[in-house]
């Protein structure tokens, strides 16, 4: 069963934190991994804007992963709409803020019937009660 990460898990790879090896691992994995093309526009966001990367090495680097290693999902009709449904559903302003990129990842391996990979507390509590299988990184 193919894995789906979230931004989180590619924030981890680059900034080579503690899930770093096991996200590695995930990538490498014969069953293979998916990434939406909002979880990597949100972490080649965070790289660059907040963790200062430099855009062209970050570029290239993204251009491997989305070329060799990961296969992008595109953002279409059906998926933006589940997407919603569950921001709607679990999206709760003081105790969930489950981000609609979150909610993207989780269409995603709602969609496809994958496991999702993330750390992110909410999201990890949406996939649960969606029944989705998760892979938590730390």
């Not at 999902?73 to 589940?82: E, F, K």
């Not at 993207?104 to 999702?116: K, Q, S, V």
Request: aromatic residues 6%.
């Amino acid at each position: 069963m193919a894995c789906v990460l979230d931004a989180y898990a590619i924030v981890a790879l680059a900034l080579d934190e503690p899930a770093a090896g096991k996200v590695e691992q995930l990538l490498h994995s014969d069953e293979g991994s998916r990434l939406s093309a909002a979880n990597l526009a949100e972490a080649a966001e965070r790289l660059w804007r907040v963790k200062g990367f430099d855009p062209e090495e970050l570029r290239r680097g993204f251009d491997v992963l989305a070329s060799e290693v990961v296969e992008v999902v595109s953002v279409g009709y059906a998926l933006a709409w589940r997407a919603a449904e569950l921001r709607n559903r679990h999206y709760r302003r003081k105790d969930s803020a489950l981000s609609l990129a979150d909610c993207i990842a989780l269409a995603t391996a709602i969609e496809g019937g994958h496991r999702l990979a993330t750390g992110d507390p909410p999201l990890l509590a949406a996939a649960r009660a969606e029944g989705i299988d998760v892979v938590e990184l730390k």
